[in-house]
């Protein structure tokens, strides 16, 4: 199969909606790849991550994730009982029920098949800090994160459709996480595409980065081509507040002093519409 996913013309509307969330989108994304998705809060991001994961049923457009439509019931991979075709890991899926049971946390993987899958198991627990004596009502929030995380991702998948469920995750395990995603995309046939606002420590984890503006998709950079971190601390290249700074000449775009996508994400969205900036101006605080 040639791409991980093809998708040509597609356009969402949700059935209540009062306007498309998708607009007439052509995205082609190649194995054993990493894509972020930008995009402003309403963008679209969460839309198009469960479209392609299946959850929606699109009438317009096509839509291939491994050669076959996701809404379609026979939407597995080929001769292959192992492999999930996509894993959606989302905000709902965060706010399961049974992470705040009174259910110790290797009944909880057994139930789920760990020992079927022990050595993906054992590895995941090993990267998120799991510990198979915990009881999930008394772990911290970003614990049941990990645990639930070992449970998403415990079935390999061949596209995995991550949708910002890292924010509890503290910088070690978000980093060990990143590894993992990156590790699994460069040793089997899959692809990662992640939605997220966190910028830090994503510069050399994607290999493409989309920007969705009201559910189109306005860029999209080849990380490796159009993308490059320059070391220059001159301050003509940063802004008052020492932040980095984008420019971009042609199809390459040039990052100052910080090796981070952070400026990038905040230089796409500067510029993109927000109905709270149009519609009333910035509330000041009464400071009397
Ligand atoms: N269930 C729904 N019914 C109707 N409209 C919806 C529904 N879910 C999302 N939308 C609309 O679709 C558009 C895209 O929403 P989406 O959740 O995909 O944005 P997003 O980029 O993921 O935003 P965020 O960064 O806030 O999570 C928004 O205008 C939103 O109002």
Redesign the pocket.
Known sequence: MSFAVEVEKLTYE?S??SKP?LVDIDLQIPWSTRTLIV??????????LKVLSGKHLCRDGKILVNGVNPFSPAATVNGDDECLLTTYLGTEWCHMSVINRDIGVSELLESIGFAHFRDRGDLLCKILDVDLQWRMFRLSDGQKRRVQLVMGLLKPWKVLLLDEVTVDLDVIARSKLLQFLKWETQTRQCSVIY?T?IFDGLADWPDQLLH?KA?RLVDLLDLHKNVQFTASNDSAGNDSAGNGTVTQTGDLVSITRVESLHPLAVAWLSQDPNELKQSSPTPQPNLR
């Not at 995009?39 to 198009?48: D, E, F, I, P, R």
């Open positions: 949700f209540n909606g969330s995009g402003a809060n309403g963008a679209g991001k969460s839309t198009l939605a606002h969705l559910g």
